[in-house]
């Protein structure tokens, strides 16, 4: 029977269970997400766009023209299929896998499905027709030597580079521009007239005209020229270009922006509660420009009090405006060594949706009671007008209560019993924390300060004191409440997700720990209490600062999803974010789910449902790891910078990483990162031990593993590559013989035969820690992100 036919299509009406929610959303609106993805299921079959009308009855040209934007979304957003026969079908997880498409500088790549499933690994002949970070459909193709799922591309959804930057190359009267971004491996070809005022060795920006395909590689034009490279700030120029943030804002946005004042409108206060009479303080780093929370306690008979309140960001930046959608776009502010990105005009960020001292500005207010064990009895959220009452640092509160200065206690006298209070509720709480198991791991973030010309001058190490932890568990805890308020409401919300270890990530751990005479707790599932157990008892070995870098390595990566999957790190069953609107977009939408509640209004009713939620999830954590992924590279950039004339000098330093072709040593005092490859070690054949982090000699039995110290010199620095190679100078580990080592004479051609590792007589060139698929890294220490909360 052919499916153009009518006869499965009927004038029977059928009810949207989101039509309250389309109606809000849009003048005209037509059936939902939900209910076209259910009607095509129901059919059985693929529909063409006229068919899925005709069963919704849409036959005006406004909501014919509507439904097809609707299901180019769909597609866009890979749930939906636009097949050869121009129909609609569904994306069957089973069969077809939509997802994002992650590059790999070595030239194959990944698809991370938008279900949240395992990696699909995609050739570099499938990835001739990809960029990163492209969106795509796959087919699952099989599996690989290594046992992963392999994909084939069925389609490609959505082109997400459209511009690169890097240098331009001219080779025999040949143009190219080889991108800065290496998970983006094809050169991009440059026409003769499309070169502009572009010269060979510049840094420019190239437009991408015409995207790769399986027989032709990317072809672009020049729209920009950056500079040299080793000018003043290129780093963050190139950076913001290579990772596609974006900078500068929209014409309508500046156009929006207009109508904000200087201070709060008098009617914008009306109706919320007023809370300017209460000490609320705002306690921060002393770089910090803009203030999105403030926090005030008052003990009761039962316990105490506390308020946490956070700028009403949501008041400002209303849905289906300018100001929103790029918003949405950025996802969250970038942090770079002496610059940010905002999230959000300057207007807002540092005006209107800042807390600071001695002005009315609107919030909203976590309300939590606390008994004496520190456990939250009961929360709720509020509405209010707010004034702080002063702005504080996370240095002189330490000092005034932890170190009790004098000055400082006598120049803030009127506050010193508010936050005396704050310090008593912290301590207990702090008990609380400690017995549910939430993780608080010891590391070491650093910043980079500068001299002239935007040079580094030294990096230094950043210290943690009780005022930085104070806030920071007040956050939680208000994130935590925010999270548990959602789910007694039945909202669509975004949760911050943070899974325990996977099978494979625990098994490796374990056999770790087995080498070392220890044991983690709890079976199959460990808990968090678990992971603190072990780490509390290797507390003073020689080896502990090892073991707690293992255990760090073992969890996975934090996400956005609307998904309860709770918060392992915290030792949470639900946890959102909701204390940082200014600078990260889950935490507006967590402000407008909570605002919608306070109104009285129904879930159904809500501006997004499930599917959305799914979407925005996974976007706001791709551009979190973009974000961080900028960061990263400019501060790599300005590491190398600062190693070029120290070539030749020789550090202290100790193992971070080992991979299968070398090992990567932090220098001591300096924070900086840098390779030995494996073709500098002792004349000998290593092999990588993946279990236990250890790299070890098959003649001499020498051993570097992670953790252990070692001397090195600076051979090389690759500005271009963001890498810098180390030679061995001392620092052997004591070798352990075994019988194969005992034997007589040169290893025989044979034994060579059967090791990839055999040094070479050339010197290696720099090497990334991503090289042979290596799944041990290391993040190199962050440069300071000023006013950015630890809050998980």
């Not at 693929?46 to 597609?75: G, T, V, Y």
């Not at 009127?414 to 549910?436: A, D, I």
């Not at 806030?471 to 919300?493: C, G, S």
């Not at 202290?652 to 494996?678: C, M, N, P, R, S």
């Amino acid at each position: 029977m052919d499916s153009d036919s009518d006869q499965k299509n009927t004038n029977t009406p059928i009810i949207d269970p989101y039509a309250q929610r389309e109606a809000e959303k849009y003048e005209n609106p037509i059936p939902s997400r939900e209910l076209i993805l259910q009607l095509i299921e129901e059919a059985g079959e693929p529909l063409r766009r006229q068919q899925i009308a005709k069963k919704f009855n849409l036959e005006s040209a406004d909501n014919l023209e509507a439904l097809r934007r609707r299901l180019r979304a769909m597609e866009r957003d890979g749930q939906l299929i636009f097949n050869r026969r121009q129909k609609y079908c569904l994306v069957n997880s089973e069969d077809l896998i939509a997802g994002r498409v992650l590059g790999h500088a070595d030239g194959f790549g990944f698809v991370k499905p938008d279900d949240g499933s395992a990696d699909l690994f995609l050739s570099p002949r499938e990835m001739r027709s990809l960029m990163h970070n492209d969106r795509a459909v796959v087919r699952v193709a099989g599996l690989d030597r290594k046992g992963r799922r392999e994909g084939a591309v069925v389609e490609i959804l959505e082109r997400n580079t459209q511009q690169v930057v890097g240098r331009l190359i001219q080779e025999r009267g040949l143009s190219f521009v080889a991108p800065d971004n290496n998970k983006i491996t094809q050169d991009i070809s440059i026409p003769k007239d499309e070169l502009g005022k572009a010269k060979k060795g510049e840094i420019v920006v190239a437009e991408i005209i015409q995207f790769p395909s399986n027989h032709r590689q990317p072809i672009g034009r020049i729209v920009e020229v950056l500079g040299k490279h080793l000018a003043p700030g290129m780093e963050i120029d190139m950076a913001l270009r290579s990772h596609d943030l974006p900078f500068q804002w929209p014409t309508e946005l500046l156009k929006e922006t207009k109508c904000f004042t200087k201070e709060v409108p008098e009617d914008a206060k009306e109706g919320r509660k007023d809370i300017r009479n209460l000490p609320l303080v705002t306690i921060d780093g002393e770089d910090a420009r803009d203030f999105d929370d403030a926090v005030y306690c008052k003990k009761t008979a039962k316990g105490w009090k506390l308020l946490v309140a956070i700028a009403d960001v949501s008041h400002y930046v209303q849905v289906n405006t300018a100001l929103d959608a790029e918003a949405k776009n950025r996802s969250t502010s970038v942090y770079f060594p002496e610059q940010v990105i905002p999230m959000l005009p300057e207007v807002l960020s540092n005006g209107l949706c800042s807390l600071n001292p001695e002005v009315d500005r609107l919030c909203m207010v976590c309300e939590l009671y606390i008994n004496l064990e520190g456990k939250v009895v009961r929360s709720g959220f509020f509405n209010a007008v707010m004034r702080s009452h002063a702005r504080l640092t996370y240095t002189n509160v330490a000092k005034i209560l932890v170190d009790g200065n004098k000055t400082l206690t006598k120049k803030y006298a009127s506050l010193v019993p508010q936050l005396e209070e704050l310090y008593n509720l912290y301590k207990v709480m702090r008990k609380q924390r400690e017995v549910r198991g939430a993780m608080d791991f010891d590391t070491q973030d650093t910043q980079i300060i500068f001299g002239e010309d935007r040079k580094i001058e030294k990096i230094i190490p950043t210290q943690r004191n009780d005022a930085h932890k104070l806030i920071e568990e007040f956050m939680i805890t208000a994130n935590m409440a925010a999270a548990r308020f959602l789910i007694r409401k039945k909202m669509p919300h975004l949760l911050r997700v943070h899974e325990g270890p996977g099978t494979e990530k625990l098994l490796n751990l374990k056999s770790f720990l087995n080498e070392l005479g220890l044991v983690l707790g709890g079976g199959d599932k460990p808990t968090p209490l678990d992971y603190m157990h072990l780490l509390n008892s290797v507390q003073g070995r020689a080896d502990a600062h090892l073991i707690q870098t293992v255990l760090l390595r073992s969890m996975s990566q934090a996400v956005y999803s609307p998904e309860i999957k709770g918060h392992f790190g915290l030792a949470l069953d639900a946890y959102a974010h909701f204390t940082s609107p200014i600078r990260r977009y889950p935490d507006l939408l967590v402000h407008r789910a909570i605002k919608h509640c306070l109104l009285g209004k129904p879930a159904e009713s809500f501006f997004y449902g499930i599917p959305d939620m799914v979407v925005l999830g996974e976007h706001c954590s791709s551009n979190e790891r973009r974000a961080d992924e900028a960061t990263r590279d400019v501060v790599n950039w300005l590491k190398c910078e600062y190693m070029l004339d120290k070539v030749g000098e020789s550090f202290q330093g100790i193992i971070t990483a080992v991979t299968g072709f070398g090992f990567f040593v932090e220098l001591d005092k300096v924070y900086v990162e840098g390779l030995v490859h494996i073709t500098n070690l002792p004349q000998d054949f290593f092999h990588f031990d993946a279990k236990t982090h250890q790299l070890k000699g098959e003649r001499t039995g020498i051993k570097f593993r992670l953790g252990d110290k070692v001397k090195v010199t600076v051979a090389r620095v690759d500005l271009d590559e963001k890498k810098i190679d180390f030679d061995l100078l001392s620092g052997l580990p004591k070798s352990t013989k075994t019988k194969k080592s005992t034997k007589k004479g040169k290893p025989t051609d044979k034994k060579k035969a059967k090791s990839k590792f055999s040094k070479p007589k050339h010197k290696a060139k720099p090497t990334s820690k991503k090289e042979n698929q290596s799944n041990t890294k290391k993040k190199p220490s962050k440069a300071k992100r000023p006013a950015k909360r630890k809050d998980s």
